[in-house]
């Protein structure tokens, strides 16, 4: 589930909405979870836009992107590193009309340790997911035998 955050000048995205819709979608698809509520509600991006002025390197450039995806503690093999950071790079490029954003976005993948994933008030461990996972999974399958 996990939660990303894109800082960018502002204006870079026509669509900050789509571009966070995608995002997540990546994500969550990479990831390889279960398409369930669980999941779908609790996987998202927020697109930070900053002020002209606010975001720079040594030479004084500002047209970067920072992406960081925090995910719970070993969400991510490193295929799935990989193909994260392949993956949203091109969305945030698509997303700005410029395929050189390519080279001038920042991908960072970070872990919550295992205990440390704060959902519905409780701080989670990666077993405590998974059960409410698979809880889930099956309460939609018992849903599913009474309506069908």
């Not at 719970?72 to 395929?99: C, F, H, M, Y």
Request: net charge negative; glycine share 8%; with cysteine.
């Amino acid at each position: 589930m996990p939660m990303i955050d894109v800082y960018a000048a502002a204006g870079t995205f026509a669509d900050t909405h789509k571009l966070a819709v995608d995002l997540a979608t990546a994500v969550m698809t990479i990831e390889q979870v279960p398409d369930i509520p669980m999941f779908r509600q609790n996987t998202a991006a927020f697109v930070h836009e900053l002020p002209a002025g606010c975001l720079s390197n040594v030479d004084g450039d500002s047209g970067y992107v920072r992406i960081q995806v925090l995910t719970n503690a070993s969400a991510l093999d490193r295929g799935k590193q990989l193909a994260v950071v392949e993956r949203l790079t091109a969305i945030a490029a698509d997303a700005a009309g410029d395929p050189a954003l390519a080279d001038r976005t920042w991908v960072l993948l970070t872990e919550a340790p295992d205990g440390g994933w704060g959902l519905a008030g409780h701080a989670n461990t990666n077993e405590e997911l998974v059960a409410a996972a698979r809880a889930q999974i099956a309460s939609l399958a018992a849903s599913e035998k009474t309506s069908g």
